[in-house]
């Protein structure tokens, strides 16, 4: 398809356990961005790749939070021992990118909704 | 720490009213603002804002800034059902890395009531 994708789509799971999420950015995009909105809140930051360089990671809310991304294609966010405050919705966005003055306009996925019982 | 406030956070019209939604935001290498209109997962962008005092505009939507006093406003005109949706206001930063960010409200849920 042309626009961001997400899977899985919702993921129920117990406490404790680990989830992976998955984000497959428009093709061409170097810029990838992970967000986590919880009910009635706002979208807050968590990881930004760009191309090769080093992930800015400042987003993060905790050490069980990590993300990869090979290249400049799909990236997966990995939450371990999940907690149930983990639980929102968790948005992936895509832009061409680039660090040049102007900016690139990001395309948001579906999200992923996780649940944590 | 980066902070954006939009107000109100809920509100409740009937088709054919005009809105305003307002945005004020205090963060660090401001570079832009945006707006985006969020329906039910995905954030759809509206306008980008980068010069104060220029209105930018969309058939019935329009939005401008003012960077002195730190503070956008989105209008919506002859409202409409379609229109009801929570719209974000996000300014985009540059972080001590390079990278650029967005910083999310909570946003303001529209219902538009036929």
């Known amino acids: 398809g042309a626009g961001v994708s997400q899977s899985p789509s919702n993921k129920v799971t117990e406490k404790g356990k680990d989830v992976e999420l998955r984000c497959d950015p428009i093709?061409?995009?170097?810029?990838l961005y992970w967000y986590r909105q919880r009910l009635g809140q706002g979208l807050e930051f968590l990881i930004y790749f760009q191309g090769n360089s080093a992930p800015d990671k400042s987003g993060l809310p905790s050490d069980r939070f990590s993300a990869e991304r090979t290249g400049e294609s799909v990236s997966t966010l990995t939450i371990q021992r999940t907690q149930q405050e983990d639980s929102a919705v968790y948005l992936c966005a895509s832009s061409l990118g680039g660090r040049v003055a102007g900016y690139n306009e990001q395309f948001f996925g579906p999200g992923t909704r996780l649940t944590v019982l | 720490e980066d902070k954006v406030v939009q107000s109100p956070l809920s509100l409740v019209v009937h088709e054919g009213d005009t809105v305003t939604l307002n945005c004020s935001y205090e963060?660090?290498?401001?570079?832009?603002l945006l707006w985006y209109k969020q329906e039910k997962k995905a954030p759809t962008f509206l306008f980008m804002l980068t010069s104060s005092g220029i209105e930018k505009k969309s058939g019935r939507l329009s939005s401008i800034l003012d960077k002195k006093e730190l503070f956008s406003i989105l209008n919506i005109t002859a409202t409409q059902t379609g229109d009801s949706a929570v719209y974000l206001c996000?300014?985009?930063?540059?972080?001590?890395?390079?990278?650029?960010?967005?910083?999310f409200g909570k946003g303001t849920k529209l219902t538009v009531n036929p």
């Open positions: 093709s061409g995009h170097t810029a």
């Open positions: 963060v660090t290498n401001f570079r832009s």
């Open positions: 996000a300014p985009l930063t540059l972080t001590q890395g390079g990278s650029e960010k967005l910083v």
